[in-house]
């Protein structure tokens, strides 16, 4: 079976000028790319572009490929593959993770299985419709050995930590992350994230962080993630690279300094980004991090999901308050204690530095989506990359279209270690997205998120079409891709 998409306009992830051409699909594969003769099935893509599959690099979708297969809310939006296992919530161990999954999906019931090798094959036994990536997470490892405990790991615990992510590393996993804001990894000093993160020498696994701080101590905690890249050798990715809060919006010129400093002698160091000035977390972590304590901040704070008062959704922390005459501290802990999975959308950061850090070289584009699909999630679930064509690209010129496909495609296969994907090439998995580029664009608003972008038509993933269109397909071809170690 070989399809032939005809005379678009050809991004082919590396970063070069488009030209027009034809792709041929044959079977999973990309049979040929310019001249292509007949094929048993024709897509006329006169005005229209193709490209890699978009891969996005930061997702919380561990359980949402097992409880949302279609994967739509990521498929309509180009994407074709999805790293899950982010900011330090990993998939396994079981029961430390099915505390997470709760969390996102509080009605869904999680299916049993045994380490990640387990959850591997989970997901090869039951197909998603994206091809999934995947981290193991340390707050989840340290959960299960530890549980929140607010000290350094005694010789044993620290070996039962090890052990799980030498298991980890077995099954295929890409790399560890830590997420250091969040309950229990905050609990974790330096020396035993550099100690976990040596297991992945001598494999291309990375190493993913959600730092310790993003606010006032950001280079300090760029410093931090540095340092462990430079102590372990393992290549570093910074979470969701950004300054928040007002007191610190510029600060990214010198976290992207620091970040070129480490690249002159020899580091691999690398980020990802969303692509908005508003974030998106658990109630808790804010309160924990003290993340707001005036009126001010509590303005910008909105419940996104709260699936025991769902009518608080889409309020402000400071529009509760103001309610219940409370300070707006009070109504946050009084969100939390309600429910504490609450996850909030706060409006922190500014324009001009979410433009700096996308254009720097070693930013790539990761949703950080939080698949709450009930509720009012953050836009850049659907439409991260929707956005960083559309707007930040086309309308803005922050960078040029070819290179923007490129950090959402070539440059995060071979980050992430993703072996024949990311680009358009003869040989490669057809992982393909059809695109508008005059009419790409993001949709959804924070009061309405919950919208698909417009202007991607057509989505392939291993040769399979998962949305045709724009409409989804129902087919289920995603793949686990686990590490190859060269
Ligand atoms: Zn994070
Ligand atoms: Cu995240």
Redesign the pocket.
């Known amino acids: 079976m070989t399809l032939a998409i005809r005379n678009a306009l050809i991004f082919d992830g590396t970063g070069s000028e488009p030209s027009v051409g034809d792709v041929l699909i044959d079977a999973d594969r990309i049979g040929a790319v310019g001249g292509v003769g007949p094929a048993d099935e024709e897509i006329d893509g006169t005005g229209l572009a193709v490209a890699p599959g978009f891969i996005d690099v930061h997702t919380h979708d561990d359980f949402a490929a097992l409880f949302h297969r279609d994967m739509t809310f990521k498929s309509r939006g180009g994407v074709t593959t999805c790293i899950v296992g ?2 330090g919530f990993g998939a396994a161990p079981w029961d430390a993770a099915s505390v997470m999954a709760q969390s996102i999906h509080p009605k869904a019931e999680m299916p049993r299985y045994d380490g990640y090798a387990g959850y591997l094959a989970a997901l090869e036994a039951n197909p998603p419709g994206v091809n999934i990536g995947v981290l193991a997470g340390h707050g989840t490892i340290r959960m299960a050995v530890m549980g929140t405990e607010r000290r350094a790991p005694t010789d044993v615990e620290m070996a039962e930590m090890h052990e799980i992510v030498v298991e980890a590393l077995d099954a295929g996993v890409l790399g560890l992350s830590t ?1 250091l804001i969040y309950e229990p990894g905050r609990h974790a000093q330096t020396e035993e994230i550099i100690e976990l993160t040596s297991a992945l020498q001598g494999t291309t696994a990375l190493y993913a962080s ?1 730092m310790r701080n993003e606010a006032e101590d950001l280079l300090a905690a760029v410093r931090e993630t540095i340092r462990i890249g430079a102590e372990t050798g393992v290549p570093v990715q910074i ?2 690279h950004k300054a928040t809060g007002r007191a610190n919006w510029g600060l990214v010129r010198e976290s992207l300094a620091l970040i070129d400093d480490a690249r002159a002698s020899g580091q691999v160091v690398n980020a990802d980004q969303y692509p908005y000035t508003a974030g998106s ?1 658990l109630l808790r972590a804010v309160m924990q991090n003290k993340m707001f304590d005036d009126e001010d901040g509590a303005d910008g704070v909105v419940v996104a999901s709260c699936a025991a008062r769902p009518e608080w959704e889409g309020r402000s922390i400071a529009d509760l308050a103001a309610e219940w005459e409370v300070e707006p501290v009070a109504a946050a802990r009084r969100v939390v204690d309600e429910d504490g999975s609450t996850f909030v959308v706060i409006h922190s950061m500014c324009e001009p530095d979410v433009e700096l850090v996308m254009a720097h070289p070693s930013t790539m584009v990761g949703s ?1 989506g939080l698949p709450t699909l009930d509720a009012r999630p953050h836009p850049r679930l659907y439409n991260t990359f929707a956005r960083v064509l559309g707007l930040y690209s086309r309308e803005r010129g922050v960078l040029s279209m070819a290179e923007a496909v490129r950090r959402m495609t070539g440059y995060s296969a071979d980050t992430f270690g993703l072996v024949d994907r990311g680009y358009v090439r003869r040989g490669g998995f057809a992982d393909l997205v059809v695109f508008d580029p005059a009419g790409v664009i993001d949709q959804g608003t924070f009061d309405d998120p919950n919208q698909y972008p417009i202007g991607i038509q057509h989505v392939f993933v291993n040769g399979v079409e998962v949305v045709r269109d724009d409409v989804p397909t129902g087919a289920l071809p995603g793949r686990a891709l686990r590490r190859v170690d060269t």
């Open positions: 982010n900011c997420g959600h979470s969701h977390t950080d």
